[in-house]
T-cell receptor
Framework: EAGVAQSPRYKIIEKRQSVAFWCNPISGHATLYWYQQILGQGPKLLIQFQNNGVVDDSQLPKDRFSAERLKGVDSTLKIQPAKLEDSAVYLC?????????????FGPGTRLTVL | QKEVEQNSGPLSVPEGAIASLNCTYSDRGSQSFFWYRQYSGKSPELIMFIYSNGDKEDGRFTAQLNKASQYVSLLIRDSQPSDSATYLCAVISNYQLIWGAGTKLIIKP
């Protein structure tokens, strides 16, 4: 079974530029998560999708971050414009149903550096 | 604000000894608890989950949950150098997975 795929693996941009990340979850997984993990901290949930609907985006900085999962499969996360404090690893995860007992499987992450 | 607290470490343990990692959480209504391992530069991977009070064993790993005291722990027996990683505790609170900052574990040969 293929795991969660993410691209790119690394990205370096200057502040005020735009960047987009892509995620393809495990086949058949209904729930997709985007996390931000700053060095030395645990992951912070940015947005959770159930199929193509948003379940939770309470911690997404909506003035600069946006995410979509149009066909209920893969997803993109965009930052526009980027700030220095956005430097982090962006993790995508998926789970089969999104229930409280579901295991989340993580992709390799995208390491973003904002200069 | 729901919180999950872990000692950041590093926790240094000799090879072959028992490593004990602890986590406390603030939401008394939390029902599901997870331990993830994260190697440097890698993504978190699930080690164990526990839902009921008491111990749950899986190979060299034992998760312990005490809901009355609001803590969950992970014991690693016969520690190996390959166990050196950051261990993240995560708790389901209000249907959201809340993460601790992780404890860095170093197993010394």
């Amino acid at each position: 079974e293929a795991g969660v795929a993410q691209s790119p693996r690394y990205k370096i941009i200057e502040k005020r530029q735009s960047v987009a990340f892509w995620c393809n979850p495990i086949s058949g997984h209904a729930t997709l998560y985007w996390y931000q993990q700053i060095l030395g901290q645990g992951p912070k949930l940015l947005i959770q999708f159930q199929n193509n609907g948003v379940v939770d985006d309470s911690q997404l900085p909506k003035d600069r971050f946006s995410a979509e999962r149009l066909k209920g499969v893969d997803s993109t996360l965009k930052i526009q414009p980027a700030k220095l404090e956005d430097s982090a690893v962006y993790l995508c995860a998926s789970s089969s149903r999104g229930t409280s007992t579901d295991t989340q499987y993580f992709g390799p992450g995208t390491r973003l550096t904002v200069l | 604000q729901k919180e999950v607290e872990q000692n950041s470490g590093p926790l240094s343990v000799p090879e072959g000894a028992i490593a004990s990692l602890n986590c406390t959480y603030s939401d008394r209504g939390s029902q599901s608890f997870f331990w993830y391992r994260q190697y440097s530069g890698k993504s978190p991977e699930l080690i164990m989950f526990i839902y009921s009070n008491g111990d749950k064993e899986d190979g060299r790993f034992t998760a312990q949950l005490n809901k009355a005291s609001q803590y969950v722990s992970l014991l690693i027996r016969d520690s190996q150098p390959s166990d050196s990683a950051t261990y993240l505790c995560a708790v389901i609170s209000n249907y959201q997975l809340i993460w601790g900052a992780g404890t860095k574990l170093i197993i010394k040969p």
